[in-house]
């Protein structure tokens, strides 16, 4: 594979990409060039990026111990907080994702996300 391939390996694994050599390119697929040559396509996840988003949770539930359900209200308020920071917030319909996640309404996940 491309060094550049290896090179972004961390990122596609964190949104759930994946590089394919630039002649398999399919329609949708992002070329990548190194040196003004085709070197790589990256081929995004599903169309909402929810697989990012529940890879987002899984790993939040294991650096908190538990599922984010059972886990008692101070806990899942700090899940809102950390979701935020990294971004979790900016994904399309991601608060119902992340409140149905939780065990908790719209309007919960919307009141954690504004407290200080």
Known sequence: MHPLAHAIAPLLEHIGGTA???DECEPGDI???WEG??????????EELTSALDRMIRTLEGELGG???DLPRADKQRAVRLLEERGAFTLRKSVETVAKALGVSR????????RE
């Open 67 to 69: 599922r984010l359900p």
């Open 107 to 114: 309007f919960t996940v919307y009141n954690y996300l504004n």
């Open 37 to 46: 040559a085709p070197a790589i396509a990256v081929r995004l996840p599903g």
């Open 20 to 22: 394919v050599p630039a």
């Open 31 to 33: 070329v990548l060039h």
